[in-house]
T-cell receptor, first 113, second 114 residues
Framework: DQQVKQNSPSLSVQEGRISILNCDYTNSMFDYFLWYKKYPAEGPTFLIS?????DKNEDGRFTVFLNKSAKHLSLHIVPSQPGDSAVYFCAARFTGGGNKLTFGTGTQLKVEL | NAGVMQNPRHLVRRRGQEARLRCSPMKGHSHVYWYRQLPEEGLKFMVY????????ESGMPKERFSAEFPKEGPSILRIQQVVRGDSAAYFC????????????FGDGTRLSIL
């Protein structure tokens, strides 16, 4: 039962262009969403989050959009840089759920020169 | 380095042995979480602890796995009588409070079972 889904295992983007990573969820109780970035042999690094009371949150080059009716969120990276090449995980939790995170399976982003 | 510290980074055990994984949370964090990542999969929640208390162990296998976070010292994830299927990366995360704060992760322990 995969409650958080990242249907694209990989994505290639040219340096300077926009990267758009997508995430879908099935549990309508989720009310807080996070994106983590992970390099090989390292732990996930927190990037950006969004509460379900918002539909957009921006932090520098990273913007997360939330569409609650579609149960869909996306992470936009503009402009993409070679250092952004990593695996990106979408995660979700819900109030009363003990703060445990439910993760998607990740999207490998490759930013090419 | 004030981040989440996990050790060892790599651990090799033979089937039937015990594995002990340690996690020291970030300074000022009192909540610890353990996750497991199998190859080609996302991280799966195992257990959530505060000092001397297990808050949520809904993701822990019912047998052979246990976790603690004593008053003093690191959190320990213990796997008894390891089997090949326990081979995975085990990540620890910490946060300063039970909700509303992003969890910060350590670099994981890669457990290999021979």
């Amino acid at each position: 039962d995969q409650q958080v889904k990242q249907n694209s295992p990989s994505l290639s983007v040219q340096e300077g262009r926009i990267s758009i990573l997508n995430c879908d969820y099935t549990n309508s109780m989720f009310d807080y969403f996070l994106w983590y970035k992970k390099y090989p042999a390292e732990g996930p690094t927190f990037l950006i989050s969004i509460s379900s009371i918002k539909d957009k949150n921006e932090d520098g080059r990273f913007t997360v959009f939330l569409n609650k009716s579609a149960k869909h969120l996306s992470l936009h990276i503009v402009p993409s840089q070679p250092g952004d090449s990593a695996v990106y995980f979408c995660a979700a939790r819900f109030t009363g759920g003990g703060n445990k995170l439910t993760f998607g399976t990740g999207t490998q982003l490759k930013v090419e020169l | 380095n004030a981040g989440v510290m996990q050790n060892p980074r790599h651990l090799v055990r033979r089937r039937g042995q015990e594995a002990r994984l340690r996690c020291s949370p970030m300074k000022g964090h009192s909540h610890v979480y353990w996750y497991r990542q199998l190859p080609e999969e996302g991280l799966k929640f195992m257990v959530y602890l505060q000092k001397e208390n297990i808050i949520d162990e809904s993701g822990m296998p019912k047998e052979r796995f246990s976790a603690e976070f004593p008053k003093e010292g690191p959190s320990i994830l213990r796997i008894q009588q390891v089997v090949r299927g326990d081979s995975a990366a085990y990540f620890c995360a910490s946060s300063p409070a039970g909700g509303g704060q992003p969890q910060h992760f350590g670099d994981g322990t890669r457990l290999s079972i021979l």
